[in-house]
């Protein structure tokens, strides 16, 4: 299993509707992770943490499955401003126990149609 | 805002030349970071560094170095630059204690070696 995969898509999602995503890893160690959204040309920017119990951010809820090693991403009323790459990222670990930095799935591009 | 910039933006050189980027930052953050972008590939750590000249590799650190001789300032330098280091450049700092936390981006660099 590659480190993170995520479906590169595109979505195709009228606005108004909700959509979903997962992201699966393979570090069973990794202990955070996260959510970046990244627009055309633009740098990556934190989306959201995602924590072990789940959680929300406004339209935005980010769910964490450690015993089948995924994420998901849920978007609510999507907006045609939610047209990004969302970006999965899972913190890699040594052997030993410590953080060894981050991991960046390729993305999944998403367009939202009016 | 995460105060980071990077300089140049845009850069157009030639095989077999030097090349030398900047990340700023005005946080005074421990760590920072360089990554590579690419179709395909996503972000990938080229360097990182945990304070004044503290830096260690990353997974494609080959054909690159950098320094850290200020807290705000973390340079990539590219001693001959090759068509495969044409690139988008991105530096990211992380408030936090460890390389597996969040991290913030630059606005990014735009590199064609011709």
């Known amino acids: 299993r590659k480190e993170v995969e995520q479906d590169p898509g595109p979505f195709n999602v009228p606005e108004g509707a909700t959509v979903a995503f997962n992201c699966t890893y393979s570090?069973?160690?990794?202990?955070?992770f996260f959510w970046y959204r990244q627009d055309c040309r633009k740098e990556p920017k934190l989306l959201m943490s995602v924590y072990s119990s789940g959680n929300e951010d406004g339209r935005f809820t980010a769910q964490l499955n450690r015993a089948s090693q995924y994420i998901s991403l849920l978007i609510r009323d999507s907006k045609l401003s939610d047209s990004a790459t969302y970006l999965c990222?899972?913190?890699?670990?040594?052997?030993?126990?410590?953080?060894?930095?981050?991991?960046f799935g390729k993305g999944t591009h998403l367009i939202i149609q009016p | 805002d995460a105060g980071i910039t990077q300089s140049p933006r845009h850069k157009v050189t030639e095989t077999g030349t030097p090349v030398t980027l900047r990340c700023h930052q005005t946080e005074n953050h421990r760590y920072m970071y360089w990554y590579r972008q690419d179709p395909g590939h996503g972000l990938r750590l080229i360097h990182y560094s945990y304070g004044v000249k503290d830096t260690d590799k990353g997974e494609v650190s080959d054909g690159y170095s950098v320094s850290r001789s200020k807290t705000e300032d973390f340079l990539l330098t590219l001693e001959s630059a090759t068509s495969s280091q044409t690139s988008v450049y991105f530096c990211?700092?992380?408030?936090?204690?460890?390389?597996?936390?969040?991290?913030?981006f630059g606005p990014g660099t735009r590199l064609l070696v011709l």
């Open positions: 570090n069973s160690a990794s202990q955070s």
């Open positions: 990211a700092i992380s408030p936090g204690h460890g390389v597996g936390e969040t991290q913030y």
């Open positions: 990222v899972v913190n890699r670990m040594y052997s030993g126990g410590g953080a060894d930095g981050l991991t």
